[in-house]
């Protein structure tokens, strides 16, 4: 006897059901939620996600005042195993009989993910960054470990983890290669960049050849890498609860290199990890080296992943109790000295400095001249952000979205931390998605400051690409973000603004201007992430128990009481 063909998703929706569902997971669905009337979806749909109950979920849609109860959806987040239903998306034609018409750009974007695929010898190993018709491909035809994560959710999304179990093992087997830069070694466990798959034709041989950073803008290796791929092992073993994939032995080898490279004692007084710049998705000078946010949320990430991954054996027993220090350490230091509100600005702002001592309030001597004029009128009174760095006499005050939004998803960032982020979202919008979702970093370096901080690099001139560009790869990431804080009225509204050109415009790889209103002058067209990111974000809404792949709860171990030492209180 055949299995059942239809199940109802989170939104009321009629969905296929791949017919190669166990039979037990149709046993324990409840048929009371199939409608009795189809007629009934009509009003359904014209209810708001926002306002419709979400209690089948145990989330919440009315933040930030029911906001206790949203996190109790979480509690779960760390299990092993949370299966996430086939998307109705690929399937539109279920749902035209009972009168839902999934929106067009959902149909155009799994074709442009699938076209995008690289083959190894018969098997699917990623998705390459563009489809680019273009004569000057530069690296745009490879498959970028960053890059491929939205991609690979959207599979796992799917159920269609395949050719994310042969990247996570393709990419594991590159990172044993022996990685040199010139005369240099690099360490054990850094990751690729990126790889390509070379055709033979005379031997008709298939080879993989990986970038380590070799062939990157200024030869700089990717630090975020290892973290993607311990996130990307994380989401997988959730999604399908395979656990024998992180178990293997050479996956249990590939994390304990990715950490012991991070963990190693050396000079560092702080438990941030001290970086170049260009090490992460913002690949150019602009101004991160030091301890960027974005690779510190990466890294709190991958490190609370990887506490799940690891067998408790002798070497997982080990690196569990270095992360554990570590991570007591990090969520500290970075919930106290990156956090800016309006209380903490005010502080900066009436600084002494040349303190010594322990007692010192300045701990890391700023200086209040250094405050640059626009954070204080971009500082809501209700609201606030992890800042983009902090060292020695140096605090960069410039909003990055991804560490930002990451820092919310691994619960780096407090339930109230997380709250002030979205609030200001909300009160920053045109300045953080203007017309086009989402600023990757705000504001922009102009004039001399620019020729400074970027070696007047013509590609990130103001307000495009990375210094000051909107990324709409990003959706994904606030929409995650929302789902978890019990916000998604503010991802829908990007979302629909993201809907009025993003295909009309051939999914640009990044817009330019102020509000993101222009095409970038250097954007390739068709480009993968871009895709990946609104249809993830479109497959998030629809089901939030998504969410669970790349959300983990509050430690409450980790969650110290946010009271500075006497060398910090403001």
């Known amino acids: 006897?055949?299995?059942?063909?239809?199940?109802?998703?989170?939104?009321?929706?009629?969905?296929?059901?791949?017919?190669?569902?166990?039979?037990?997971?149709?046993?324990?669905?409840?048929?009371?939620?199939?409608?009795?009337?189809?007629?009934?979806?009509?009003?359904?749909?014209?209810?708001?996600?926002?306002?419709?109950?979400?209690?089948?979920?145990?989330?919440?849609?009315?933040?930030?005042?029911?906001?206790?109860?949203?996190?109790?959806?979480?509690?779960?987040?760390?299990?092993?195993?949370?299966?996430?239903?086939?998307?109705?998306?690929?399937?539109?034609?279920?749902?035209?009989?009972?009168?839902?018409?999934?929106?067009?750009?959902?149909?155009?974007?799994?074709?442009?993910?699938?076209?995008?695929?690289?083959?190894?010898?018969?098997?699917?190993?990623?998705?390459?960054?563009?489809?680019?018709?273009?004569d000057e491909k530069l690296n745009y035809d490879q498959v970028f470990v960053r890059d491929f994560v939205p991609s690979a959710l959207a599979f796992l999304m799917n159920g269609e983890p395949e050719v994310v179990k042969n990247f996570i093992l393709k990419t594991l087997r590159l990172q044993s290669w022996?990685?040199?830069?010139?005369?240099?070694?690099?360490?054990?466990?850094?990751?690729?960049?990126?790889?390509?798959?070379?055709?033979?034709?005379?031997?008709?041989?298939?080879?993989?050849?990986?970038?380590?950073?070799?062939?990157?803008?200024?030869?700089?290796?990717?630090?975020?890498?290892?973290?993607?791929?311990?996130?990307?092992?994380?989401?997988?073993?959730?999604?399908?609860?395979?656990?024998?994939?992180?178990?293997?032995?050479?996956?249990?080898?590939?994390?304990?290199?990715?950490?012991?490279?991070?963990?190693?004692?050396?000079?560092?007084?702080?438990?941030?990890?001290?970086?170049?710049?260009?090490?992460?998705?913002?690949?150019?000078?602009?101004?991160?080296?030091?301890?960027?946010?974005?690779?510190?949320?990466?890294?709190?990430?991958a490190l609370r992943c990887a506490m799940l991954l690891l067998k408790h054996d002798a070497l997982g027993k080990e690196l569990i109790e270095r992360i554990t220090k570590r991570l007591h350490a990090l969520s500290y230091h970075m919930r106290n000295y990156f956090w800016l509100d309006l209380k903490q600005?005010?502080?900066?702002?009436?600084?002494?400095?040349?303190?010594?001592?322990?007692?010192?309030?300045?701990?890391?001597?700023?200086?209040p001249d250094s405050l640059p004029e626009w954070v204080f009128d971009f500082m809501p009174m209700h609201g606030g952000y992890f800042i983009g760095n902090v060292g020695p006499s140096h605090m960069d005050f410039r909003w990055f979205c991804l560490g930002n939004c990451i820092a919310i998803l691994s619960s780096l960032a407090t339930h109230e931390q997380s709250m002030a982020i979205m609030d200001l979202i909300e009160s920053r919008w045109e300045e953080l998605v203007g017309d086009m979702p989402l600023k990757v970093c705000y504001p922009a370096l102009e004039n001399h400051e620019w020729r400074i901080v970027t070696g007047c690099d013509p590609k990130n001139t103001r307000w495009s690409y990375h210094n000051g560009g909107s990324w709409p790869v990003l959706l994904w990431l606030l929409t995650a973000a929302c789902i978890k804080t019990g916000r998604p009225q503010i991802a829908r509204r990007a979302i629909e603004l993201a809907e009025t050109r993003l295909s009309k415009d051939g999914w640009p790889e990044y817009y330019d201007g102020k509000l993101g209103r222009y095409i970038g002058k250097q954007a390739r067209k068709n480009q993968t992430w871009s895709v990946a990111g609104y249809l993830v974000a479109k497959m998030l809404l629809e089901d939030p128990s998504h969410v669970g792949m790349v959300a983990i709860e509050e430690d409450k171990h980790l969650k110290p009481v946010l009271k500075r030492s006497s060398s910090w209180t403001v």
């Not at 005379?202 to 630090?223: C, H, K, M, Q």
């Not at 560092?268 to 690949?283: H, V």
């Not at 502080?347 to 700023?366: D, L, P, Q």
Request: glycine residues 8%; charged residues 25%.
């Open 345 to 367: 600005l005010n502080g900066i702002y009436r600084y002494k400095t040349e303190e010594y001592s322990h007692t010192a309030v300045n701990k890391f001597n700023i200086m």
């Open 178 to 301: 022996e990685k040199k830069i010139d005369r240099f070694q690099l360490g054990e466990g850094v990751m690729p960049a990126s790889f390509k798959v070379l055709h033979d034709p005379v031997r008709n041989t298939e080879t993989l050849i990986a970038d380590f950073g070799e062939s990157a803008i200024g030869r700089v290796a990717p630090v975020d890498s290892g973290f993607w791929w311990i996130i990307l092992l994380r989401a997988y073993t959730k999604s399908t609860g395979d656990t024998s994939l992180a178990e293997m032995p050479e996956c249990q080898k590939g994390m304990g290199l990715i950490l012991s490279l991070c963990l190693s004692e050396g000079f560092d007084t702080f438990p941030t990890l001290l970086c170049a710049d260009g090490c992460c998705m913002i690949d150019r000078r602009m101004g991160v080296y030091g301890y960027p946010i974005e690779i510190q949320a990466l890294f709190f990430m």
């Open 1 to 134: 006897m055949s299995s059942l063909t239809v199940d109802v998703s989170q939104n009321g929706y009629i969905k296929n059901v791949d017919s190669s569902n166990s039979m037990h997971e149709l046993e324990d669905y409840d048929f009371s939620r199939l409608p009795d009337r189809p007629r009934n979806l009509n009003l359904e749909r014209q209810r708001s996600f926002d306002d419709r109950s979400l209690t089948d979920l145990g989330l919440s849609p009315h933040p930030p005042s029911r906001a206790e109860n949203f996190s109790r959806a979480f509690e779960n987040l760390d299990s092993v195993f949370s299966p996430g239903r086939r998307s109705g998306f690929t399937t539109p034609r279920s749902l035209v009989g009972f009168g839902y018409e999934p929106h067009p750009m959902i149909a155009e974007a799994w074709d442009n993910i699938r076209r995008s695929l690289v083959y190894f010898r018969g098997q699917p190993v990623g998705t390459i960054a563009a489809l680019d018709n273009s």
